[in-house]
């Protein structure tokens, strides 16, 4: 069955350092999607790119945050200065089509800021 | 009043038992409808789409009610590898999918 892939699977970071979350979603899936999972909490969503840019970002995604697709192949998270708050489940989903097929996740990348 | 709310639990349901949750949502203009499930510290996975009909995967039947604005997910004959946390979500037409905070369910052998 085709997978969303996540690297790394754990980060650990200092607080200011820049990070980037690293995605490959499935190859013939068009919409590409960030959730965070702050520990004890929903998954809330982030940001959403689709033809190689930006669909909709949620209030969390601010300018700290940015997304990039380089190679076409690979879905990049950045965090510019990360904070303690950044702490959380960073999973990376995509899908074939919005409306009618749920997302397939990734395994998620738990960053830690200490 | 939040887009998508669930009870969080826990149930706690002996194995072999039928467990229920249902799931409320805001927004008249949701167009798709999911049951996810996620284990502790893991991904969520699609569990089943949930069509305006109902649907049943096997064990699991899911029902959407329009008009009050909630959908259902039934389990019969709970297995213990059922533990988990439901996650109940939904998207508008063309929109991101919104989930709910999910409700802890522990089948109790």
């Known amino acids: 069955e085709p997978e969303v892939t996540q690297t790394p699977s754990h980060q650990v970071t200092q607080m200011g350092q820049e990070v980037i979350l690293r995605c490959v979603p499935i190859?013939?899936?068009?919409?590409f999607y960030w959730y965070r999972q702050i520990l004890g909490q929903k998954v809330e969503f982030l940001v959403s790119?689709?033809?190689?840019?930006?669909?909709?970002k949620s209030e969390i995604f601010d300018d700290q945050f940015s997304v990039e697709r380089p190679d076409g192949s690979n879905f990049t998270l950045k965090i510019r200065s990360t904070k303690l708050e950044d702490s959380a489940m960073y999973f990376c989903?995509?899908?074939?089509?919005?409306?009618?097929?749920?997302?397939?996740f990734g395994s998620g990348t738990r960053l830690t800021v200490v | 009043r939040k887009e998508v709310e669930q009870d969080p639990g826990p149930f706690n349901v002996p194995e072999g038992a039928t467990v229920a949750f249902n799931c409320t949502y805001s927004?008249?203009?949701?167009?798709?409808f999911f049951w996810y499930r996620q284990d502790c510290r893991k991904e969520p996975k699609l569990l089943m789409s949930?069509?305006?009909s109902g649907n049943e995967d096997g064990r699991f039947t899911a029902q959407l009610n329009r008009a009050s604005q909630y959908i259902s997910l039934l389990i019969r004959d709970s297995k213990l590898s059922d533990s988990a946390t439901y996650l109940c979500?939904?998207?508008?037409?063309?929109?991101?999918?919104?989930f709910g905070k999910g409700t802890r369910l522990h089948i109790l052998p």
């Open positions: 989903a995509s899908t074939e089509e919005v409306n009618n097929y749920g997302y397939t």
């Open positions: 949930v069509y305006s």
């Open positions: 190859s013939n899936h068009l919409y």
């Open positions: 979500v939904v998207n508008r037409r063309n929109d991101k999918i919104i």
């Open positions: 927004n008249s203009a949701s167009q798709s």
């Open positions: 790119f689709y033809n190689n840019e930006i669909s909709e």
